[in-house]
């Protein structure tokens, strides 16, 4: 079987075409609204979005059914191109992290990093990462398996998990919702660092 090429199911385009892509899209209103506005607040980076194949690979290789809501708003519009490191103005929920968010860089990537790993999140939180504090363990972003219509975005540390299936408690209660989609997630990124050092920064509107 070839391997299989991400790059294939990826398409990239400027900050014009990427706010076609949003506006031609069958999105809620609201969040069309946050994805032009990311988009807006970096008007010079390239942006990317994703077809139904490599969702279909990401699901044969985790081994889990992805909620649709994901697949539709990643298809219209994913992220930038490259992917940064980013930083968000702020949650807008309370979570333990909410005091240090300015200290917070996520790196976006879909996907258990190993078994075990998958063990914790999926077995026992029912949560697929989408991306994690670099170079720590002690904040990840997440989307609900338990509940596919829930489209908020989920916030925890890895450590908090594990503690609470040592001690026998509900592992999801240290589950956070911090932002109420993926979109509004997107909107609230004010920094961002390339693969090549560059820093951006949101665009003063």
């Given at each position: 079987m070839p391997e299989f090429d991400r790059e294939q199911h990826v398409t990239t385009g400027n900050s014009t075409e990427a706010a076609a892509w949003v506006e031609e899209s069958t999105l809620p209103g609201e969040q069309k609204g946050e994805l032009l506005r990311?988009?807006?607040?970096?008007?010079?980076?390239?942006?990317?979005?994703?077809?139904?194949?490599l969702f279909d690979?990401?699901?044969?290789?985790?081994?889990?059914?992805?909620?649709r809501w994901l697949r539709d708003v990643r298809?219209?519009?994913?992220?930038?191109?490259?992917?940064?490191?980013?930083r968000v103005d702020d949650y807008t929920h309370l979570c333990p992290r909410s005091d240090a968010v300015e200290k917070?860089?996520?790196?976006?990537?879909?996907?258990?990093?190993?078994?075990?790993?998958?063990?914790?999140?999926?077995?026992?939180?029912?949560?697929y990462p989408i991306g994690s504090w670099w170079g720590t363990d002690r904040s990840y972003l997440a989307v609900d398996l338990?509940?596919?219509?829930?489209?908020?975005i989920f916030e925890f540390a890895s450590e908090d998990l594990l503690d609470n299936?040592?001690?026998?408690?509900?592992?999801?209660?240290?589950?956070?919702?911090v932002f109420d989609s993926y979109a509004q997630f997107l909107a609230h990124i004010v920094e961002g660092e390339l693969p090549d050092g560059t820093v951006v920064?949101?665009?003063?509107?």
């Open positions: 990311f988009v807006a607040n970096f008007p010079s980076l390239r942006f990317s979005k994703e077809d139904d194949e690979r990401l699901e044969e290789t985790d081994q889990v059914t992805l909620p298809k219209t519009l994913t992220f930038v191109y490259p992917a940064m490191r980013v917070v860089w996520y790196e976006l990537r879909l996907g258990y990093a190993d078994e075990e790993q998958r063990e914790l999140f999926f077995d026992e939180a029912q949560v338990e509940n596919p219509a829930d489209e908020r299936s040592i001690d026998g408690r509900p592992v999801r209660g240290s589950v956070y919702p920064r949101k665009k003063q509107q």
